[in-house]
């Protein structure tokens, strides 16, 4: 926005509220978006993992409705006789399970070698009468051309198209944000509604495929172009929806600049991407107050103040935000809560009769890699919610199912211990880590912070010197490393270090908290830590 490349998410928030929106854990895109759409902790609404165990015990497969333990907010509106849109929202397969008109995130990936032989996927359009309208608003991969992507890439002509695997990663993402753009302005046009919500995976797909390139990559300008193109069809939503609708835009979470291949000189050593930092959230409505910053939010309260905008209550983890939904008299809706759906019938009737084949190795083995990875996220949601017993119980459940010499998971169950006053504990899981992984800091940090959490300073320091000197290009651990200073009660080492983290991600808000305890200000005394 500053570079006058985004003017109108610029002019979104010259005309209305913006603030900044701390992120939950796990920082997961599924579990990330169905806070938003239940106000809820990730611990209770059960969207944690992209896979999920197949219900058939067949393998795995991508997490959707049969997770969700929580109603969403479009369901609360429905049930309260508001019509909703919604198009793209992760983890929603199948759309035909929800009320309201819906098309899941299926209907926008290609499944055939051309758009004649693209079949769009059983349960994504609901309901189903909109199939006949929408599917020729697709855009197929291989109908994106070269003029198309050479916004995005200015020197295309310098590249071989068939040796550079990145012009197709870009066509296959452009073709699924035009399609879901494209559904979206034709629902938008064409159906009756009180609320529409869209999700673009756009930049999230981009900066994960291309932030890293350094600025002698052919593809060093696509980020940027990116954003402007996400701006523009930010632009077309709001011509779409005039000047009398109320109108959101959230992004749940930052990107950690630091670590994230923002090259700062050409050869510069490039780092992998980081999901960190603050998102926000910006909006405009006919009472919403213009120029107004509002107070750092919860992605909680998104689903509380979308539901207080129509007078409506709804038991949640969040709070309204009282700007974006002044006084109004309210009335409780109360949804049933989602129950797991029962076992497919066609499953059970083939099981009865024999047709039980025991998984392949492979399947096994995918098969607990997911449930490992589920109880990883649902272990970081409990402990970013203090429920640390639990956390750490889920933590070691998943450490059972996984080899010795992997380290997921280790992080977080020795941030427990320490959460515990557990010193032996956390000094334990810092030896594990650093022998699983010797060329990280992690393994360091996590013993000096056992030491530190017993007083014993002396044999903290040469951790936490090893450990910056692995890992100071990264500014969550060289945060962590100030907090383990503030343990020692050596806040001029603190001080420094919590700076030094700044300078990497200038928004990384435990950092600045730390900084404020290091020199006697107000702050969290758990955000450093």
């Given at each position: 926005?500053?570079?006058?490349?985004?003017?109108?998410?610029?002019?979104?928030?010259?005309?209305?509220?913006?603030?900044?929106?701390?992120?939950?854990?796990?920082?997961?895109?599924?579990?990330?978006?169905?806070?938003?759409?239940?106000?809820?902790?990730?611990?209770?609404?059960?969207?944690?993992?992209?896979?999920?165990?197949?219900?058939?015990?067949?393998?795995?497969?991508?997490?959707?409705?049969?997770?969700?333990?929580?109603?969403?907010?479009?369901?609360?509106?429905?049930?309260?006789?508001?019509?909703?849109?919604?198009?793209?929202?992760?983890?929603?397969?199948?759309?035909?399970?929800?009320?309201?008109?819906?098309?899941?995130?299926?209907?926008?990936?290609?499944?055939?070698?051309?758009?004649?032989?693209?079949?769009?996927?059983?349960?994504?359009?609901?309901?189903?009468?909109?199939?006949?309208?929408?599917?020729?608003?697709?855009?197929?991969?291989?109908?994106?051309?070269?003029?198309?992507?050479?916004?995005?890439?200015?020197?295309?002509?310098?590249?071989?198209?068939?040796?550079?695997?990145?012009?197709?990663?870009?066509?296959?993402?452009?073709?699924?944000?035009?399609?879901?753009?494209?559904?979206?302005?034709?629902?938008?046009?064409?159906?009756?509604?009180?609320?529409?919500?869209?999700?673009?995976?756009?930049l999230d797909h981009i900066q994960r495929s291309f932030l890293s390139h350094g600025l002698e990559s052919r593809f060093a300008g696509t980020v940027d172009a990116a954003y402007s193109f996400v701006d523009a069809l930010l632009g077309r939503l709001m011509t779409l929806a005039g000047e009398d609708t109320t109108l959101w835009v959230v992004s749940p979470n930052g990107v950690r600049v630091g670590?994230?291949?923002?090259?700062?000189?050409?050869?510069?050593?490039?780092?992998?991407?980081?999901?960190?930092?603050?998102?926000?959230?910006?909006?405009?409505?006919?009472?919403?107050?213009?120029?107004?910053?509002?107070?750092?939010?919860?992605?909680?309260?998104?689903?509380?103040?979308?539901?207080?905008?129509?007078?409506?209550?709804?038991?949640?983890?969040?709070?309204?935000?009282?700007?974006?939904?002044?006084?109004?008299?309210?009335?409780?809706?109360?949804?049933?809560?989602?129950?797991?759906?029962?076992?497919?019938?066609?499953?059970?009737?083939?099981?009865?009769?024999?047709?039980?084949?025991?998984?392949?190795?492979?399947?096994?083995?995918?098969?607990?890699?997911?449930?490992?990875?589920?109880?990883?996220?649902?272990?970081?949601?409990?402990?970013?919610?203090?429920?640390?017993?639990?956390?750490?119980?889920?933590?070691?459940?998943?450490?059972?199912?996984?080899?010795?010499?992997?380290?997921?998971?280790?992080?977080?169950?020795?941030?427990?211990?320490?959460?515990?006053?557990?010193?032996?504990?956390?000094?334990?899981?810092?030896?594990?880590?650093?022998?699983?992984?010797?060329?990280?800091?992690?393994?360091?940090?996590?013993?000096?912070?056992?030491?530190?959490?017993?007083?014993?300073?002396?044999?903290?320091?040469?951790?936490?010197?090893?450990?910056?000197?692995?890992?100071?290009?990264?500014?969550?651990?060289?945060?962590?490393?100030?907090?383990?200073?503030?343990?020692?009660?050596?806040?001029?080492?603190?001080?420094?270090?919590?700076?030094?983290?700044?300078?990497?991600d200038p928004e990384m808000e435990a950092a600045r908290q730390g900084l404020a305890m290091a020199r006697g200000g107000p702050g969290d005394s758990n955000a450093p830590i």
């Amino acid at each position: 926005m500053a570079a006058g490349r985004m003017p109108h998410l610029a002019r979104l928030r010259a005309e209305g509220a913006w603030g900044h929106i701390r992120p939950s854990e796990p920082l997961l895109a599924g579990a990330l978006w169905t806070t938003v759409a239940t106000g809820r902790n990730p611990s209770r609404h059960g969207v944690l993992t992209p896979w999920a165990v197949r219900q058939d015990g067949g393998g795995v497969g991508p997490v959707g409705r049969p997770a969700w333990r929580a109603p969403a907010f479009w369901q609360i509106l429905e049930a309260a006789g508001r019509r909703t849109i919604t198009v793209g929202w992760p983890a929603t397969v199948p759309a035909t399970d929800w009320p309201g008109v819906h098309v899941d995130a299926r209907f926008a990936q290609p499944t055939g070698p051309d758009f004649a032989t693209w079949a769009v996927p059983r349960g994504a359009v609901s309901p189903a009468v909109l199939l006949r309208s929408l599917r020729d608003l697709r855009v197929h991969p291989t109908d994106v051309n070269a003029t198309m992507l050479a916004p995005f890439v200015p020197r295309i002509a310098e590249i071989d198209r068939y040796r550079e695997s990145g012009l197709a990663t870009l066509a296959v993402m452009l073709a699924g944000v035009s399609t879901i753009h494209s559904v979206t302005t034709e629902m938008i046009a064409a159906q009756d509604w009180d609320v529409a919500a869209v999700h673009y995976d756009w930049l999230d797909h981009i900066q994960r495929s291309f932030l890293s390139h350094g600025l002698e990559s052919r593809f060093a300008g696509t980020v940027d172009a990116a954003y402007s193109f996400v701006d523009a069809l930010l632009g077309r939503l709001m011509t779409l929806a005039g000047e009398d609708t109320t109108l959101w835009v959230v992004s749940p979470n930052g990107v950690r600049v630091g670590a994230a291949g923002h090259v700062a000189r050409p050869g510069a050593a490039e780092r992998s991407m980081s999901w960190r930092g603050a998102g926000f959230i910006a909006a405009r409505g006919r009472w919403i107050a213009r120029g107004q910053t509002l107070a750092p939010a919860r992605l909680e309260d998104i689903a509380p103040s979308l539901l207080a905008r129509f007078g409506l209550v709804a038991d949640m983890d969040g709070k309204r935000i009282p700007a974006l939904a002044p006084g109004m008299s309210r009335r409780t809706v109360t949804v049933p809560v989602l129950a797991p759906p029962a076992p497919d019938r066609h499953v059970a009737a083939l099981k009865a009769l024999g047709y039980d084949d025991t998984p392949s190795e492979a399947q096994a083995a995918a098969m607990t890699r997911a449930e490992a990875a589920r109880l990883i996220a649902l272990g970081e949601a409990l402990l970013a919610a203090g429920r640390l017993g639990e956390a750490e119980s889920s933590l070691l459940a998943a450490r059972a199912m996984l080899p010795a010499d992997s380290p997921s998971g280790l992080q977080r169950l020795a941030l427990c211990r320490l959460m515990r006053n557990d010193a032996d504990g956390c000094r334990a899981i810092g030896e594990t880590l650093r022998r699983i992984a010797p060329h990280e800091g992690w393994g360091d940090l996590i013993i000096a912070a056992g030491h530190a959490l017993a007083g014993n300073k002396a044999a903290a320091r040469p951790h936490m010197n090893t450990a910056e000197e692995k890992g100071g290009h990264d500014p969550d651990l060289v945060s962590r490393l100030g907090g383990i200073a503030l343990l020692l009660n050596d806040e001029a080492s603190a001080m420094g270090h919590f700076t030094a983290a700044l300078a990497l991600d200038p928004e990384m808000e435990a950092a600045r908290q730390g900084l404020a305890m290091a020199r006697g200000g107000p702050g969290d005394s758990n955000a450093p830590i």
